[in-house]
């Protein structure tokens, strides 16, 4: 490798990291926030949620490594030309092809990287984060250990222990139950305790009365000296866990179980999510030559043109949306797993004869002129309209 593609590599990969490490962040965050509930309502350890907040991770990777690397390529190429390093690259005799080729390992990196993470490493990660989670639920004792704090264990079922006495004991037991359509059922213990009877788990509770009330506003007070409240149904959840297409791995959705209900109901699902791990890798590539054929040319800086980076990522983001609802309707409607492979093939296809020809991909300037005005004319009435609030208001104050 030349001298002047290692400079270029090395500004791009500089440049990609920290795309990718920001990009990931923000992702990462809003994925993280939609489980925060494991602590707040399964009161489970700060420990418990971090561990399943890391197992998000490789399922956004493959995601958001295309975006940085298109962020970074056109970033790199658009500065290097601000910079007249492209006019010097360039009035030196140094074809496109010199530009190209770092970009190009860069890209095929990234691929290699999206690719044994989407097949790999994720399926096996969103396994073990299903289960986690599902443990977390069916962990009575979790649960109940904070005192004085209603959980809630099922829809419909609350469960509070006032207190823990020494021996495991628990005190001032109250379960509110609604399950059942047409009456509500409430239990009061002031003692009681978890017995383990094989794979099953009984709340035992002591000394208290159970109030029914029906629809029509009917209550029943039953006073009881003990009485075993059955919780195994909610604590086999642990061991009851639903996979779906995107929780299997590479080798099962090449062969998947006949037996497996899932895939007896939905077969369309299993084919759909096998393709698209085979085609969703190759994103990082189409990203890296979209990128080369906006900003891999000299250009001057007198010429009207929208920023690179802005043209780069518009044009990416719509090819990766065309991804997204084939992917969508791949499941249901078979022809559109052709559309997986085809949109990538074509926008690489016509990436590579903009970079061949020597021409630049861009956008309309005059999208960018209509724009523009749009802003212009908006903020002009924004400002007209304060001006008229404010001659109306002062005109009803006097």
Not at 147 to 165: A, C, S
Request: aromatic share 10%; net charge positive; hydrophobic share 50%.
């Amino acid at each position: 490798m030349k001298v002047v593609e290692r400079y270029i590599m090395r500004r791009a990969l500089t440049m990609f990291l920290a795309a990718l490490v920001w990009t990931l962040a923000i992702v990462w965050t809003t994925q993280v926030l939609a489980k925060i509930d494991l602590v707040t309502d399964n009161g489970q350890s700060a420990l418990t949620f971090f561990e399943v907040a890391a197992l998000i991770i490789p399922s956004i990777i493959p995601i958001v490594v295309p975006f940085a690397l298109v962020v970074a390529v056109a970033q790199t190429l658009s500065a290097m030309n601000t910079d007249s390093e492209l006019a010097v690259l360039s009035a030196a005799g140094a074809s496109r092809w010199t530009i190209a080729r770092p970009i190009l390992l860069l890209a095929i990196a990234a691929c290699a990287f999206s690719f044994i993470v989407d097949n790999a490493i994720d399926p096996y990660a969103r396994q073990k984060n299903r289960q986690l989670v599902a443990a977390s639920r069916a962990d009575l004792v979790s649960l109940i250990i904070q005192e004085g704090t209603f959980r809630k264990i099922d829809e419909g079922l609350y469960l509070q222990v006032g207190e823990r006495l020494p021996g495991n004991r628990l005190g001032g037991i109250f379960v509110a139950d609604s399950r059942e359509e047409g009456a509500s059922l409430t239990y009061y213990a002031k003692t009681g305790s978890i017995v383990e009877k094989g794979d099953e788990k009984v709340l035992m509770m002591n000394d208290g009365v159970i109030n029914r009330k029906s629809v029509t506003g009917d209550l029943s007070v039953i006073r009881f000296t003990s009485y075993a409240f059955d919780m195994s149904a909610f604590m086999s959840a642990a061991n009851d866990i639903t996979l779906l297409p995107k929780d299997r791995t590479t080798a099962y959705l090449l062969n998947p179980d006949p037996n497996d209900k899932m895939f007896q109901r939905e077969p369309g699902s299993y084919r759909a999510e096998l393709n698209q791990r085979f085609a969703e890798w190759s994103y990082s590539l189409v990203f890296a030559l979209i990128a080369l054929a906006v900003a891999g040319d000299a250009r001057s800086h007198r010429e009207a043109r929208i920023n690179p980076l802005i043209t780069a990522i518009a044009i990416a983001l719509f090819v990766r949306w065309l991804g997204f609802f084939a992917a969508g309707k791949a499941d249901r409607v078979s022809y559109y797993i052709y559309l997986l492979y085809a949109i990538p093939l074509v926008a690489s296809a016509v990436s590579i004869w903009f970079i061949v020809s020597s021409r630049t991909m861009e956008l309309p300037v005059s999208w960018a002129d209509w724009l523009t005005n749009l802003a212009k004319r908006t903020s002009d009435n924004w400002t007209a309209f304060k001006l008229w609030l404010a001659r109306r208001t002062s005109g009803q104050g006097a």
